[in-house]
């Protein structure tokens, strides 16, 4: 308990120091705003309240998946390629504890800390239904309690698959391909074993299964998670070095080079985007069950897949110290335009490839629009982002009046693109018309912020 709580004061303290307790502490307040006034506007829409219960969880078990990836980054930062990282959980090589017992309570204090941060305020946000009378008070705290298990496993999900992927590809590969066979085949049964089914059915008996599958999960993490100690992968190929730096200059190289070098290598970013797919099918689909909507795939797919490169920029940027670059003769300029045609090389062909999978259920015809939406989305989150964070978009997206103009500039394209995919079965021609142009408008602004990134990032570095 004592490393728990010496985590916890950790994290606090990384975040005050960041952005002041002040703005840190405004932030699940904002969170809470933000729930609050989007399960509103969804009640006022239309949807049911266990309609808007059954997205929440699903999305909270795909940002467990997301959160888990620290399976890839801290097996990075273990064997010390990530630079100069001084968290405790990266200490095994200096305190007399394992490295599994220090992520088996990181993974516990990250639960804690989202639970809090995040999970209560989206939860909190509930308030409206229950003063409207649509939800009942004495649910929230067993949505609460399910919310933040299904936080857990799925965070314990990807941590184990991680684990299981540091000891042998083929089994990580078999092991997710039968839950995907389960999950497709036998869809009741993979969520009778989830916090869901808790929540829909809270008997004794349920609650023992979901335990069970809960602290199996959050035990075979640690447990299967081992670091590699061999080296041959930090050794660049002459001839791989020459293939890469035809697609760009040195910083669009060395980009590519620590991305395919890293844990997980290009296929994490496979990953994240897959996560993405999934929400997307996922909410496509109850959409059509639950109304008379006919929404094109493309625009939709394209949009969500776009809006998902904020994970790809997170990892082209994973290994950059901001002021490393100030030691060199180098322009700010040309560092982020490499950064971008690493971006580029690695989010287009798993974007495509996923509009290519969605073709397996929407018709192909439809899907075309996704072509064009997905890279010009991209494009603006990529600028968007750059120009907002640097190269820190996961510190600096904690600072709350910062995640407040990100997110309203994500909003500001995502939003009337999603109506846009919604109204399509009714105005197919402007829709696709629309969609089209604000995609277009929106990379023009990406490519402009790219264009003034890197002299406002060198000038306040310089300045600080």
Do not use: C
């Not at 200096?94 to 804690?112: A, E, H, N």
């Not at 109204?423 to 402009?448: F, K």
């Amino acid at each position: 308990m004592n490393t728990l709580r010496r985590m916890l004061v950790e994290e606090f303290r990384l975040h005050t120091e960041l952005f002041g307790r002040s703005r840190f502490l405004l932030f699940p307040l904002f969170v809470t705003a933000v729930a609050a006034g989007g399960i509103w506007l969804l009640e006022l829409t239309g949807s049911s309240p266990a309609t808007i219960v059954a997205g929440i969880f699903g999305l909270v078990f795909f940002f467990g998946l997301q959160v888990g990836t620290l399976g890839l980054v801290g097996r990075d930062a273990m064997r010390d390629v990530l630079g100069d990282v001084t968290l405790l959980v990266f200490s095994a090589r200096t305190l007399p504890v394992s490295r599994r017992y220090l992520l088996g309570v990181f993974i516990l204090k990250d639960i804690l800390y989202y639970a809090v941060f995040f999970l209560t305020p989206i939860v909190v946000g509930f308030l409206p239904l229950v003063i409207g009378g649509e939800f009942a008070l004495s649910q929230i705290p067993l949505l609460w309690l399910t919310v933040a298990a299904t936080f857990a496993l799925g965070a314990g999900t990807s941590l184990a698959a991680a684990g299981v992927g540091t000891r042998s590809r083929l089994a990580l590969l078999a092991a997710v391909t039968a839950v995907v066979a389960g999950t497709v085949l036998e869809p009741e049964l993979a969520i009778a074993v989830t916090p869901y089914a808790l929540y829909g059915e809270p008997t004794p008996a349920t609650a023992v299964l979901n335990a069970l599958v809960l602290v199996s999960v959050l035990v075979a993490g640690p447990l299967l998670f081992e670091p590699t100690t061999n080296d041959s992968r930090r050794r660049t190929d002459a001839d791989r070095y020459r293939q890469l730096r035809r697609l760009g200059d040195s910083y669009t190289t060395r980009t590519l080079l620590e991305v395919s070098r890293s844990s997980g290598s290009v296929w994490k970013v496979a990953f994240s985007l897959g996560i993405l797919f999934a929400v997307g099918a996922l909410l496509l689909d109850r959409l059509a069950v639950a109304t008379a909507l006919d929404p094109s795939a493309g625009v939709a797919f394209g949009t969500l897949l776009g809006l998902g490169t904020f994970t790809t920029y997170n990892w082209v940027t994973q290994v950059d110290s901001p002021r490393e670059h100030l030691r060199f003769p180098a322009d700010f300029g040309e560092l982020y335009r490499g950064k971008l045609r690493a971006f580029l090389v690695l989010a287009m062909p798993v974007g495509t490839g996923y509009l290519g999978v969605a073709s397996l259920w929407y018709p192909p015809g439809e899907l075309l629009l996704g072509l064009v939406v997905f890279p010009l989305v991209s494009l603006y989150v990529f600028g968007l982002t750059a120009f907002l964070t640097g190269l820190s978009p996961n510190e600096l997206l904690f600072d709350t009046p910062r995640f407040a103009v990100y997110g309203a500039g994500l909003a500001a394209l995502g939003v009337p693109l999603l109506v846009a995919a919604l109204a399509y079965g009714t105005a197919p021609r402007q829709s696709a018309g629309i969609a089209v142009g604000l995609s277009a408008v929106a990379a023009i602004v990406g490519v402009v912020l790219v264009s003034r990134t890197g002299n406002r990032w060198q000038t306040r570095l310089r300045g600080d």
